[in-house]
């Protein structure tokens, strides 16, 4: 076989990014015009993905839309983000960590910058549907304000959301109007507080410092580890 | 006079009367049966509170989280590299294929991409591991329903497989041995012999079980038309891997999105079954494994030289952005919503496990089965506790 | 000249000692041995293992270790237990062996009790275990107990009529409920005018021998009929409560009554304690001392079966096997009855 002959594998992805390109737009131009104005920022890496960030009072028509509108049926996952940096920093890391290639950045910044698609709150939720005939997916994400922390329910078009929501409920405190019975999931029922929020502190490395070793490895064709460092400051 | 249709009406009425009569004289008080979080039939601590009327099960609840490690908290700690250690005890009896698709994630963020040597074998390992895991179903799903040898057998041939597995990577459970940019080693003198030998042994371990179970009059009247998932329900629960492909759909990521592994350069083919009900699903990861063990071979057959390793940094930062990559593991489809910041450490990994969306259908699945039935979806729907409660 | 003769000239309570002894042997021995042969080295072999290998030759030994074992364990119950029934539960089951075994002729003059009505004393006494295990599931206070239990109950009264049917053709060909007679019926009898192995009755009966064999492995709870223990849903059904001594009562229980059910099997269809052996006539005293052990291969073969079968097949649903037993076994069993009457006339 011709695959022996390592390196020179042929590339012609060229005609089928274009392809899957033309569908993601298409259907961005098609979310846009049934969503109108509730559609506040969009994404799209050709040939790869599409996030499309929705008002959240849309949040629910929007999955509706797309499940009977343009055929996501598949349910993938919800979750949400936090954008506020750790107020702990980074004092959680071991001190190896932080004097290889973190010095600057040690302080905290507390500076909320939102990921793809933009985004104006704190907490965001995002979920994944797909389209298994097309092979397309789609990343919806939706701003959720600090004093309100509310948004639609998805449960009544995706039956698989409720236990996603469960978990974003107890993880994050965001509350989802129309689910059928928020509990809790994974925590015990008297649980206070919300883990994966950056404000809860870490027990398990606040109790125990983290030993803490950055993984340098011997590398194929490189002298030791004596050079880690400069390698790293090269790479940036 | 009353017409025949009246009369029949009345008589209907007559007789629902007579049988809410007897039905109210005998009602009797229904029951709460707590199966878990230790019983032999939860592959570790699910716990399923099941009401019962008679063995009827009227509503059944699953609990989790008595093995939540919050392993998303805890990758937001950790180096890129160090994030892989967690991962692997997602599902622990195919750990490899836990590893590939977060480090997809990463390499698809730094624009990194593997060298092809390196691909082909996370694609050998990738496939090995379904086969460590899938081979360990085929026996506890006989075990589930009262066959006690075929758990025996898969454990004694899931044993070549696990044997290759550490001969490449030096752990049997846990390899850790995906790398950003490649993997960590080569392959060992010896192994692809050795591996094409396993791969015999695997293909008659699958024929075993086929005579022993799936020919078996009892197994089908136990598994036929037990849990029945229609296609779109089973969309609109997220349902993955061989329990949605038991429905009738015909989608895998392998072929239908491949991202980093070799898939698409085999020759090999998906699986469906148009029942979609617990024997279907047995059948389809039977297929499964006789498939992965052919994908094994053609892999070993075509591996291409050059080295396992590309270029990066000693120090990895990731830089800013969000990926999300996901693959067909095992279980199902398994993914990582990875949020970077440019750090050492990545901001957040959601983990979208397969077993989580799988098992959250138990509740609409397990409404008026049997009890004895809830073993036989249980074990049919296939989950790994680690892959739930992450 | 033997022991039977000896046996006449002892006195009733020297009697009585040695009928005890041969009991208590009848029972533990047997189960002991299919414990080591089926259990520990016949089930190891088919799944690709050794078994117990440390203690003593080959693992002989390990069933004193399990027994001391279970002896030294802590005899637990349950904090809301029916202590009288829980603690009187499994004494319920031995004791439907007990009984059982006394109806089993080990040779001409071996016998516990010889009555008339043997077959039928066999029957009737072999359901007082359905209420040991009733006991034993409502006394464990445990909802899979009960669950057990009940599934139990409703298999074991299900499976008794199948199993007291096929013994009915039997009875019709040998003419007699004794036990003893049956064994001289078959060695008795001919095969179309050759009289060289007698007329084991699992030629003649053979759907009778089926039945059988199907309906006792459903009263001996074994696979595929072990619903009511079935491990994987209900953990052990009406033993999950019980530890030590009690459930290796339970234990003995299984194994005993399936040595039992096998030796009642093998009197039934197999010619019992009697082989052809030229030279040695039915009154023979060489019987009494050669009969037990005849009798016990033959019981050694038949759990082969049961066992063979116990570790290879998945389990029936409890609707299932109800099925079975009501719709396809006793109308099977009622219909070779009236055919082995209609030959019976006719030949």
């Not at chain 1, 125990?208 to 400069?230: F, L, N, R, Y």
Request: hydrophobic share 45%; with cysteine; charged share 20%.
């Amino acid at each position: 076989m011709s695959r022996l002959s390592s390196i020179d594998t042929p590339v012609e992805e060229e005609t089928e990014v274009v392809e899957s390109d033309e569908a993601r737009e298409a259907l961005l131009a098609k979310i846009q015009t049934e969503l109108g104005d509730a559609v506040v920022g969009s994404h799209l890496v050709p040939g790869a993905d599409l996030w499309v960030r929705v008002d959240r009072s849309a949040w629910a028509t929007a999955g509706a839309y797309l499940k009977t509108g343009v055929g996501f049926e598949y349910f993938n996952f919800l979750s949400a983000i936090d954008w506020k940096p750790s107020p702990f920093g980074r004092d959680m890391d071991a001190q190896v960590d932080l004097s290889l290639g973190h010095d600057e950045a040690s302080e905290v910044d507390m500076a909320i910058e939102q990921g793809v698609a933009g985004g104006d709150t704190r907490f965001q939720v995002f979920a994944r549907v797909n389209d298994i005939v097309n092979g397309l997916g789609v990343t919806l994400k939706a701003d959720v304000p600090d004093d309100d922390l509310s948004i639609g329910s998805w449960v009544p078009v995706y039956s698989g959301a409720n236990w996603h929501e469960r978990e974003c409920w107890e993880m994050y405190g965001i509350s989802f109007e129309g689910h059928p019975g928020l509990r809790h999931i994974y925590l015990p029922a008297g649980f206070e507080g919300n883990p994966l929020r950056k404000d809860y502190p870490l027990l398990a490395r606040r109790l125990k410092p983290w030993p803490g070793i950055v993984d340098v490895e011997q590398m194929p064709g490189d002298d030791g580890p004596a050079d880690a460092v400069e390698t790293a400051e090269a790479a940036e | 006079m009353t017409a025949i249709s009246d009369r029949e009406q009345l008589s209907y009425i007559a007789a629902q009367a007579a049988d809410a009569r007897v039905n109210v004289e005998i009602e009797t008080e229904g029951m709460t049966l707590n199966i878990g979080p230790q019983h032999p039939a939860t592959h570790g601590t699910l716990r399923i509170v099941a009401k019962l009327d008679g063995e009827q099960v009227i509503a059944a609840d699953p609990i989790m989280g008595y093995m939540h490690r919050g392993y998303e908290k805890l990758a937001e700690v950790r180096t890129y590299p160090q994030v892989t250690t967690l991962i692997n005890r997602i599902d622990w009896v195919g750990s490899f294929a836990n590893e590939v698709p977060f480090i997809l994630a990463a390499e698809k963020l730094m624009d990194v991409e593997a060298p092809p040597r390196a691909a082909w074998i996370r694609t050998i390992l990738f496939e090995m591991s379904r086969i460590a895991n899938i081979s360990l179903f085929l026996g506890d799903m006989g075990l589930q329903v009262g066959a006690v040898t075929p758990a025996f057998f898969a454990f004694r041939d899931r044993e070549h497989v696990l044997n290759q597995i550490e001969a490449a990577t030096g752990g049997r459970f846990h390899p850790n041995f995906d790398r950003i940019g490649g993997i960590k080693d080569d392959l060992p003198a010896g192994w692809i012999a050795e591996t094409k030998r396993a791969m015999k042994k695997i293909r008659s371990f699958c024929d075993e079980i086929e005579g022993l179970l799936q020919g078996n009059e009892i197994f089908e009247a136990r598994c036929r038309g037990i849990g029945v998932i229609p296609a779109d329900v089973g969309l609109s629960y997220g349902l993955s891997g061989a329990n949605i492909r038991a429905s009738g759909v015909d989608w895998d990521t392998r072929r239908d999105n491949p991202c980093g592994l070799v898939h698409n350069e085999l020759d090999w083919k998906v699986w469906t079954h148009p029942d979609g009900d617990s024997f279907a699903r047995f059948w389809v990861r039977l297929q499964e494994v006789r498939e992965s063990t052919k994908m094994v071979d053609q892999l070993c057959d075509g591996l291409p030289s050059g080295p396992v390793m590309a270029k990066v940094p000693r120090i990895i930062k990731v830089p800013a952005g969000e990926a999300y990559v996901e693959t067909e593991n095992p279980l199902g489809v398994m993914g990582y919503y990875v949020v970077s910041k440019g750090d050492l450490t990545p901001y957040r990994v959601k983990i979208r496990s397969a077993s989580f969306n799988n098992i959250s259908i138990t509740p609409w699945l397990l409404k008026g089965v049997y009890v004895p039935d809830i073993v036989t979806i249980l074990g049919s729907l296939y989950f790994i506790l680690g892959d739930i409660d992450r | 000249m033997t022991d039977v003769a000896i046996l006449g000239e002892l006195a009733y309570w020297q009697q009585t000692g040695i009928r005890v002894g041969a009991g208590l042997a009848a029972v533990l021995l047997v189960a002991g041995t299919l414990v080591y042969l089926h259990l520990f080295k016949l089930v190891s072999f088919m799944q690709s293992r050794l078994g117990p290998m440390e203690a003593g030759p080959f693992g002989s030994l390990q069933l004193l270790a399990e027994v001391g074992k279970f002896l030294q364990k802590e005899d637990i119950f349950p904090r809301k237990a029916d202590r009288f029934v829980f603690a009187a539960a499994p004494f319920v089951v031995l004791m439907s062996t007990f009984l059982l075994v006394v109806v089993v002729p080990g040779g001409p003059d071996a016998w516990f009790i010889n009555s008339e009505l043997g077959i039928y004393l066999a029957m009737a006494v072999s359901s007082v275990s359905v209420i040991g295990i009733l006991m034993a599931g409502w006394g464990s206070a445990s909802k899979y107990s009960l669950l057990g239990g009940l599934r139990a109950t409703g298999q074991l009264i299900a499976y008794e009529l199948p199993l007291i049917l096929a013994v009915m053709g039997v009875v019709i060909q040998a003419e007699t409920m004794n036990m003893q007679g049956i064994v001289q019926a078959q060695a008795d009898g001919e095969i179309f005018g050759w009289g060289g192995i007698g007329n084991p009755y699992i030629l003649t009966q053979f759907v009778a021998f089926v039945i059988f064999m199907i309906a006792m492995q459903a009263e001996l709870t074994q696979t595929p009929f072990d619903m009511p223990i079935a491990e994987s849903e209900l953990v052990t059904g009406y033993m999950t409560e019980y530890s030590g001594m009690r459930f290796l009562l339970f234990f003995i229980g299984e194994f005993a009554t399936a040595g039992v059910f096998s030796a009642i099997a093998s009197v039934l269809f197999l010619g019992g304690w009697w082989a052809p052996i030229p030279g040695l006539g039915f009154d023979d005293n060489v019987w009494n001392l050669l009969g037990p052990l005849v009798l016990v291969t033959k019981v050694v073969v038949l759990t082969f079966i049961i066992f063979w079968a116990r570790f290879s097949l998945p389990r029936f649903r409890e609707d299932q096997l109800q099925q079975l037993a009501w719709k396809v076994l006793i109308p099977l069993a009622l219909a070779n009855i009236v055919v082995t009457a209609l030959l019976k006339i006719v030949f």
